[in-house]
């Protein structure tokens, strides 16, 4: 059986790279517009205004002609979420029902990893056992139990959840990961230990609290999240940033919400712990949480790759309403459809379900309101609509969300509502919401692309990027590469002729890798060429040089001029190199040498 990167048959590579269609792939995260035979969007890997992410359905690539990035689907699930070639290919291979052999891609079998990573995946799963027993089966956490049924946790939701309890003593982690050899500074560096103020030995990061272990979406413990027992501050601390732990790209509880979440193609986001764990409880297991931060576009585009909806379910107070408010327009414009479960009394979720129950906690978030409806009810809380300004104030504010709506029905629903609660006219109201929205229409009409929103305004004239012109044998070992990447006898006629002669290093190599690859009897295809590579240099100039245009004919001459132009480069510069020395010769006053040399160039030129 061939195998290619990491261990893992060629033929499950390409059954991922079959099954798993670029466009579709790339959808996930980006919102693409379809451009002749590309797709085009704005880059998820860096800050752009102007789209310059591009998508070749044809070849099965993307390429970035702003930050460069490219490569196929394997390639890009591997920058989106930070996984090693063999996670993404398990992890692809699991979500397309491809079966793997047994041990191929898995995390023993995989391309050898760090190894203090791997030290830190068993100290987190140690600990986190640890902390579980103590809670459960010790005197230490007798009150943290007794804390956490008030608060309404079975057994089965502390076990479910794999909750714990760290003592309130400076080294218990210490001497337990300390017992088991593992180095002192590695757990320090990887968040389970801190230094001591001295620098003289080390301390538990957590002291006292009730263990809340976070997983990533495989399922290993990562990091923790620790409530403090009694009074203190911080209520909660989180393990910091680790190898294992990037803050911005996990979401509590993915592990176990993906399957329902992928079924159900929608998420319940919370932000606490408790939240995710009482929704959980209520019947919802599509449930995750953002562990009390700000949302970040990294976890948009997780959620976006697994689902279509999202129901933000956050606190019912002010700062709650704010925050909902704040991921609204980031989640819409990932083009997520969104839901606000508005729950009363300014109660949290896990506050709301212990006070009224499961049954009303979920007709909340059946009955979430769609994010126009709340955008609405978020305004009028500014404003008193007893009095005059204040409806007029409000009216001013709605009036724009409500024109924004592309679908007349829902414009005319919500002016109905807005006329019946403020004693106004609906046709007055609608003819203020159609003369803002030709007022829009007309701020938006330069935008480069009306029909999707999200990008209009985007190009600005005059700023039109030009690629750069490339010397002529640069351009000419692109077009060969080019060439051999879409038919096998061009590339055997380069390798007999040019063979690895390239004057850039990449091409040369990139070519080397070529005639591999076509040795293996295997088919032109850039995607799964890309596979067969182990350099993300190289991976980057062939999603580059795969996007050219070039006929899909081609003929020995157009092979035999671009050869020519690849082996004249180097006696070109060899002939500016030699009159640099007999200019030297002529100004030192050597005129022999410089006549000798003169003879030289001129037994170049004739070649």
């Known amino acids: ?54 998508v070749t359905p044809e070849r099965q690539i993307f390429y970035c002609y702003g930050c460069g990035k490219g490569g196929n689907s394997i390639k890009f699930r591997m920058e989106m979420e930070g ?75 502390i076990d479910q959840f794999g909750l714990g309890f760290a003592p309130d003593r400076w080294d218990t982690l210490v001497q337990f990961l300390g017992k088991r050899e593992f180095d002192l500074l590695e757990m320090e560096k990887g968040g389970l230990l801190s230094a001591r103020h001295d620098r003289d030995g080390y301390v538990d990061k957590f002291r006292n609290r009730i263990m809340f272990p976070i997983h990533d979406r495989n399922g290993r413990v990562i990091a923790f999240a620790g409530r403090i027992l009694g009074e203190g ?38 932000e606490g712990y408790g939240d995710v764990i009482s929704t959980w409880e209520a019947g919802f297991q599509n449930v995750v949480a953002t562990m009390g931060t700000s949302l970040t576009e990294q976890q948009i585009s997780v959620m976006k790759s697994m689902a279509e909806e999202v129901i933000v379910s956050y606190d019912g107070d002010r700062a709650g309403l704010n925050a909902a408010m704040k991921v609204l327009p980031m989640l819409e414009s990932a083009g997520l459809k969104v839901r606000i479960a508005l729950l009363g009394d300014g109660l949290d ?29 978020y305004l009028k809380k500014n404003h008193i609509l007893l009095e005059e300004q204040g409806k007029i104030a409000y009216t001013r504010e709605a009036l724009p969300v409500i024109a924004e709506l592309s679908s007349s029905t829902e414009r005319e629903v919500y002016l109905r509502e807005l006329a019946t ?43 039109i990027a030009t690629p750069a012109l490339l010397p002529a044998y640069h351009a000419a070992e692109r077009r060969l590469l080019s060439l051999m990447l879409q038919d096998e006898e061009a590339a055997r006629y380069v390798g007999e002729h040019l063979g690895e002669a390239f004057n850039i290093e990449d091409h040369a190599a990139i070519a080397a890798y070529l005639y591999a690859y076509y040795a293996q009897n295997k088919p032109p295809d850039p995607s799964r060429f890309m596979s067969s590579l182990h350099d993300d240099r190289l991976e980057k100039t062939v999603s580059s040089i795969s996007m050219m245009e070039n006929p899909q004919e081609w003929n020995v001459q157009v092979l035999d001029d671009c050869i020519r132009e690849v082996l004249k480069y180097p006696k070109q510069k060899q002939i500016a190199e030699k009159k640099e020395e007999m200019m030297k010769a002529e100004r030192s006053g050597d005129f022999l040498r410089a006549a000798q040399i003169a003879s030289e160039i001129i037994a170049l030129e004739r070649q």
């Not at 059954?15 to 517009?33: K, P």
């Not at 993404?88 to 979500?95: D, G, H, L, S, Y």
């Not at 891609?105 to 995946?121: D, I, M």
């Not at 499961?358 to 709340?374: I, P």
């Open 83 to 157: 996984y090693s070639f063999p996670e993404a290919v398990r992890i692809m291979a699991e979500e397309s029902d491809i079966a793997l052999p047994e041990g191929q891609g898995s995390p023993s079998h995989a391309v050898p990893r760090n190894p203090e990573k791997e030290r830190l995946y068993e100290a987190y799963e140690l600990c986190s056992k640890l902390y579980h027993f103590l809670l459960k089966n010790t005197q230490h956490g007798q009150e943290a139990m007794a804390y956490l049924r008030s608060r309404g946790f079975n057994d089965k939701l």
């Open 349 to 377: 979720p896990d506050d709301y379900y212990r006070k009224y129950g499961g049954d009303r906690y979920r007709h909340v978030l059946e009955n979430a309101a769609a994010s126009t409806k709340f955008k609405l009810i």
């Open 1 to 54: 059986m061939v195998t290619g990167q990491g261990g893992i048959p060629d033929d499950v590579i390409e059954s991922v790279l079959a099954r798993n269609d670029i466009v579709d792939t790339v959808s996930r995260y980006v919102q693409l517009s379809k451009q002749g035979k590309y797709m085009k969007g704005l880059c998820p890997f860096h800050s752009e205004k102007t789209p310059s992410f591009t």
């Open 233 to 270: 501050q911080p209520k909660y601390l989180n393990s910091p940033e680790s190898l294992l732990f990037n803050k911005s790209r996990t979401l509590y509880n993915l592990h176990q919400a993906k399957t329902s979440v992928r079924k159900q193609r929608q998420i319940i986001l919370c």
């Open 421 to 463: 609660e403020l004693q106004l006219s609906y046709e007055s109201l609608k003819q203020d919401c159609n003369l803002l929205r030709q007022s829009m229409q007309k701020m938006n009409e330069h935008g480069d692309n009306p029909d999707k929103r999200w990008n209009n305004g985007r190009h600005k004239k005059g700023q």
